[in-house]
């Protein structure tokens, strides 16, 4: 079975600096999807990045990127420029084709001013 | 606008009584899911469903059930056999895995067993 792991239960960032949040999967297939979701105080759910695993080239999005490390199982998030507005919980998670989202335990990410 | 909505938000339970949890999405996505969230714990999968009048348990099926007779709705139904159901519940949905895939979820009911 595929299982997501995040070795950091909680993670602190002084805002305008940066800060990267580990995650590594189990999985022995191939081609598969990642993702990154933060989930604020309001417990919405809300999307921050993807990567398809066919893809060598990391995602980005605006002060959010991955890096991503096929061979290791690894997919880290950096958030540059962190805001008071980035502290939320942040879950990983994986999807193969055909199956369901799997996410890890979150990491619990405080913004300090 | 579309989305996926959950309702109630917050729902109250006696011992040994089955609640029904909501959950309707207008997005035209084939699979649903529904996710049990403890305090400080990630999303655990009760159950999903890929296509209407079929659908798979998860990890924590027991105690639960669902149905899926329409594409827009995916009702949870938390059962009496459910020993501790207090915690909060997200629905989720997204079309079948392909390069635009992503889970869009509900605001979540918080059920609490009084």
């Known amino acids: 079975a595929q299982t997501v792991t995040q070795s950091q239960p909680e993670m602190s960032v002084q805002e305008a600096e940066t800060v990267t949040l580990s995650c590594t999967y189990d999985?022995?297939?191939?081609?598969?999807?990642l993702f990154w979701y933060k989930q604020p105080p309001s417990r919405q759910m809300i999307l921050v990045i993807r990567?398809?695993?066919?893809?060598?080239q990391n995602a980005t999005e605006n002060r959010f990127s991955v890096n991503f490390q096929k061979a290791a199982k690894s997919f880290s998030l950096k958030i540059s420029d962190s805001q008071l507005g980035d502290a939320a919980m942040y879950f990983c998670?994986?999807?193969?084709?055909?199956?369901?989202?799997?996410f890890g335990p979150g990491t619990r990410l405080s913004v300090l001013p | 606008d579309g989305g996926i909505t959950q309702s109630p938000k917050y729902l109250f339970r006696k011992e040994g009584q089955n609640v029904t949890l909501s959950c309707e999405q207008n997005?035209?996505?084939?699979?649903m899911y529904w996710y049990r969230q403890d305090p400080g714990q990630g999303l655990r999968l009760i159950y999903y469903?890929?296509?209407?009048?079929?659908?798979q348990k998860g990890d924590i099926a027991e105690g639960y059930s669902v149905s899926r007779e329409k594409k827009e709705s995916f009702p949870l139904t938390v059962t009496s056999a459910q020993k501790n159901p207090t915690a909060f519940y997200l629905c989720?949905?997204?079309?079948?895995?392909?390069?635009?895939?992503?889970?869009?979820f509900g605001q979540g009911t918080r059920l609490t067993v009084v």
């Open positions: 989720a949905s997204s079309t079948i895995p392909d390069l635009n895939t992503e889970a869009f």
């Open positions: 999985t022995s297939e191939s081609d598969y999807y």
């Open positions: 990567q398809e695993a066919y893809k060598q």
């Open positions: 998670a994986y999807l193969y084709i055909g199956a369901n989202f799997v």
């Open positions: 997005l035209n996505h084939d699979a």
């Open positions: 469903s890929q296509i209407v009048n079929d659908f």
